[in-house]
């Protein structure tokens, strides 16, 4: 899956033009009322961006891997609540369907997605099942009657991204015994009967992304929601839709990274001290050398994990060895762009610390990245195993 290259390149520029004119001036309004406009949104519907990695058979615009994580790169280059918007969208919380679902559930669902009528989510998480995610406690109890199969949830999920807005879930239950073959993937839709959410939470960054707790009171789902149609799947599911996420995330990270080096340098530019500018003296360009580095070799391996991730036939990919490497620009891309951020705000001195400079909530917003989708510690964890066990 793929677009040619005449359009996707088009579709590159609008993308620009529109980070550049419509939201990086809209930032500061996106952090101070901890919402992203609604015009905005509107726009980001009309231009596809909630059905980039959806083939265009249901209504996407379907792109490869490497081309979504140009995309991304684009996008990562603003406050991290826009693409947060549509993230779920196009990754972990339709990405499921598209790679295992039954034709009839990317029928009904994948072109609402897409066009961004509906908004999905990734319910994985839970208050004991955080790293440990083969660890989910949310119960699917299968009931036959008269109305079908059936199955009951109940239980409840943590910190999921863009809860409050979405109208279904892709959401994990274990409708069998302990360990990951007792895991089911189910779509569950956020007006079904006894379906409720905490209050929103409050973070330390990225204001203008809602998360929140999917509380599961007696949710009655038909046993036709299950992805993909079998029981017991939703977690080797649930690993293929993070593989792929870890790269949308790394191109994110490495697109910050670029906003970042580009505020600093700026800076460095402008600012005088000892009657020159700060960018002249030498221990100032170490900062901004190690970060252009560091971000060329991010986003060096992310184009190249992207295009092995292709040519393993995605959208669905089970391949131990892309798997390992999507870990590892995880891993190294999302501690890059902490490292560039910190330098960010040391070239920035003072003002680096103080919110009229973009920086200052950038540093905030990255942080996030080191820790879902997988922390860097199940990262490292991921690559160690992958390493021990090939010979
Ligand atoms: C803002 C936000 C949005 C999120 N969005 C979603 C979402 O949409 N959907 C979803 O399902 N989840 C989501 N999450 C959850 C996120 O994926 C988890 O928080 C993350 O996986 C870590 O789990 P935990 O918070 O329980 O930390 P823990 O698992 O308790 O980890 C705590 C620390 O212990 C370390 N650790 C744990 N186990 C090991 C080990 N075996 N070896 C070494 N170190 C270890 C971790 O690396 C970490 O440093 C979100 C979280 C946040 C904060």
Redesign the pocket.
Known sequence: MAIDNESFELLLATVQRFVNERLVPAEDAVEEHDEVPADIVDDMKEMGLFGLSIPEEYGGIGLSMSQECRVAYEIGQTSLAFRSVFG?NVG?GSQGILMDGTEAQKQEILPRVASGELIM?????EAD?????AAVKTRGELVKDGEGDHYILNGS???????PRAGAFTLMARTDGPGAGGISAFVVYADSKGLGLGKP?K?MG?RG?K?CDVILDNVRVPAANIIGGKPGQGFKTAMKVLDRGRLHISAVACGMAQRILNEAVAYARERKQFGKRIGDFQLVQAMLADSQAELYAGWSMVQDAALRYDAKGAPSVSDPYVSMLASCCKLFCTEMVGRVADRGVQVHGGSGYINEYPVERFYRDVR?LR????????QQ?IIGRELMGRD
Do not use: V
């Open positions: 779920t972990i989510s990734f319910a994985l998480t099942a955080g790293s440990d995610s999920k943590r910190f999921i991204t863009n809860a939470d973070k990225q992304t998360t996030l820790l879902y989708e997988g922390t860097t510690q199940i964890l």
